[in-house]
């Protein structure tokens, strides 16, 4: 599968070994002098490691991997102590990805592994409510997180149906666990400025993700994400709105194709909007 992976430049890495502590899934090993991407099995393509690099030699990027295994990971970190446990936890946290995190704390007590976890609930409660999700490393915009609508303390006329983040379909990972088996809103970049009610009326109860199919580049990685979505997380229903430019048709031609494509069949919902906010047309595929 096309994931969000670390990748290292050899020629950068001075083998400080700053980024092996960084990763609490245990992906990375300095190996004769320099750090190596051991696992893509541990690399949650989160990118904790990143902020730790004092060379800058790692990026993200999005190529074939294996698909990331939380309990891959605590069967190993579960080994290794209180103290690596709960950094993992708490890096699970601190992403917002929660999902993951309940595996992880499922898998402690599937296997009868006590820990206190009372600090971290309480890291994550306070990081919650103030909306200030502590962050080690990498782009602070293209960082993921699940936050729910309610909006406290913005001063807006509505509601925002908008429950995660990054939003851009190049900048989201398929894998993150907010997409589990959820209604996945594919929509056009210019479709929100044109409907004065899209959150009531398209957004909310769906997770989304925006694209252009006239000016994004590297169309295939959406094909790709598309892909693992309907068939690796298991979206339950595609809702895909596009504008009435014929340009805007792509993006409901690559939907239609990554579900062709794709082992696991999944509903279809696309809605042509015109250029003044009308609904043109609106059916199942």
Same mark, same amino acid.
């Given at each position: ?18 980024? @092996? ?16 991407? @051991? ?43 209180d103290k690596v446990i709960l950094a993992h ?86 894998s993150a666990g907010h997409f589990n088996e ?8 210019? @479709? ?47 809702? @895909? ?45």
């Open positions: 599968m096309k994931r969000t992976v670390i990748k290292i430049d050899e020629d950068k890495c001075s083998g400080c070994g700053e980024c @092996v502590n960084g990763c609490h899934e245990g992906a990375l090993q300095l190996i004769e002098g320099k750090a190596r991407l @051991v696992s893509e099995l541990y690399c949650d393509g989160l990118g904790a490691c990143i902020g730790t690099c004092p060379e800058g030699a790692i990026i993200l990027e999005d190529r074939e991997a294996e698909p990331y295994s939380e309990t891959a990971v605590m069967e190993r970190v579960s080994k290794l102590g936890l708490k890096h699970l946290n601190d992403h917002n990805e929660m999902g993951y995190f309940t595996e992880g704390v499922k898998f402690l007590e599937d296997n009868g592994i006590k820990i206190n976890l009372s600090s971290l609930t309480k890291i994550d409660i306070i990081a919650i409510e103030n909306n200030n999700h502590i962050h080690s490393g990498g782009c602070p915009g293209s960082r993921e997180r699940s936050f729910g609508s309610e909006n406290k303390g913005v001063q807006i006329s509505g509601k925002s149906e908008l429950t995660h983040w990054p939003i851009q379909l190049h900048l989201a990972n398929p959820a209604d996945l809103l594919l929509a056009a970049d210019c @479709v929100p400025f044109s409907i004065p009610d899209f959150h009531n009326r398209f957004l909310k109860g769906r997770k989304l993700v925006i694209a252009c199919p006239k000016l994004d580049t590297n169309k295939e990685v959406y094909l790709e994400k598309l892909k693992v979505l309907i068939e690796e997380t298991k979206i339950n229903t595609l809702s @895909v709105v596009i504008m009435e430019v014929p340009c805007c048709s792509g993006l409901l031609k690559l939907a239609e194709l990554a579900a062709e494509t794709s082992s696991r069949k999944v509903p279809i919902k696309y809605t042509v909007v015109g250029i003044q906010g009308d609904i043109l047309k609106e059916e199942w595929l």
